[in-house]
């Protein structure tokens, strides 16, 4: 049974930083494609970044590029995002997810329960 759990979400200031973190049980990491997702109060789910199964591919939505950066560890089968800058827009449960193969946008095999992100102004 895969898992997907997130952990280091929580309450910032504007402009200050968070680093959230996934690990993976239940199925070989390395073959996963790896990405972030989120989802504001009153909004629709939306992609964030993706990273892919090796680690030379990585995708961002624009609003985040520059500011966030996605990394893996495959030995320790953890997906990371460090999120800088971060401001009120940015607030919004996170969600790890893994899709066998290459990295997609808007395809999930899994995801996670979600970690809670709150920045104030």
């Known amino acids: 049974q895969v898992q997907l759990i997130e952990f280091g979400g929580g309450l910032v200031q504007a402009g200050g930083s968070l680093r959230l973190s996934c690990a993976m049980t239940g199925r070989p990491f390395s073959v996963y494609s790896m990405g972030w997702i989120r989802q504001a109060p009153g909004k629709e789910r939306e992609f964030v970044a993706a990273?892919?199964?090796?680690?030379?591919?990585?995708d961002y939505i624009d609003s985040v590029k520059g500011r966030f950066t996605i990394s893996r560890d495959n030995a320790k089968n953890t997906v990371s995002l460090q999120m800088n800058s971060l401001n009120f827009e940015d607030t919004a449960v996170y969600y790890c997810?893994?899709?066998?193969?290459?990295?997609?946008?808007?395809?999930?095999?899994?995801w996670g329960q979600g970690a809670q992100v709150t920045v104030s102004s």
């Open positions: 990273i892919s199964w090796s680690g030379k591919s990585t």
């Open positions: 997810t893994a899709r066998r193969g290459e990295p997609s946008r808007v395809d999930y095999d899994y």
